[in-house]
């Protein structure tokens, strides 16, 4: 996606050009490649540091994912676990309305289901 580049900031600042008689001036070329390779180095400093932190994401994005696979998990396990206790939660709690009868009698020493009167 990126092509490469042709120069670095090394290379510019050691390119040594020919004077001919007709040429640029020596101090004009020099000033304009200085500011070039002041440019090259930003860059590549910046790319340097975005290079790092695209590396820091993607480690981010990794961990985010095996937690997201993780969370996924432990849902389906909870809602298979939460669909299982329901259905077997019905006798579950008819066996407890059961007992819960039974001590009601055992306590207030009823023999039927009607309510008891309290005391005077």
């Not at 004077?19 to 180095?41: H, M, R, S």
């Not at 994401?57 to 696979?69: A, D, F, H």
């Not at 299982?84 to 709690?93: E, K, Q, R, S």
Request: proline fraction near 2%; avoid cysteine; hydrophobic fraction near 35%.
């Amino acid at each position: 996606m990126t092509k490469e580049m042709n120069l670095t900031a090394q290379e510019i600042f050691e390119k040594e050009f020919h004077v001919d008689i007709k040429g640029y001036a020596p101090a004009e070329v020099d000033e304009f490649l200085d500011l070039i390779i002041e440019d090259y180095q930003v860059y590549d400093e910046k790319m340097e540091e975005l290079g790092q932190a695209l590396s820091r994401y993607e480690e981010k994005i990794k961990e985010l994912q095996q937690e997201i696979y993780t969370l996924q998990s432990e849902n389906q396990n909870l809602n298979e676990k939460v669909s299982a206790d329901y259905v077997n939660g019905n006798t579950d709690m008819i066996d407890l309305l059961k007992r819960i009868a039974r001590l009601e009698q055992v306590v207030f020493h009823t023999t039927n289901s009607a309510p008891v009167k309290p005391e005077e």
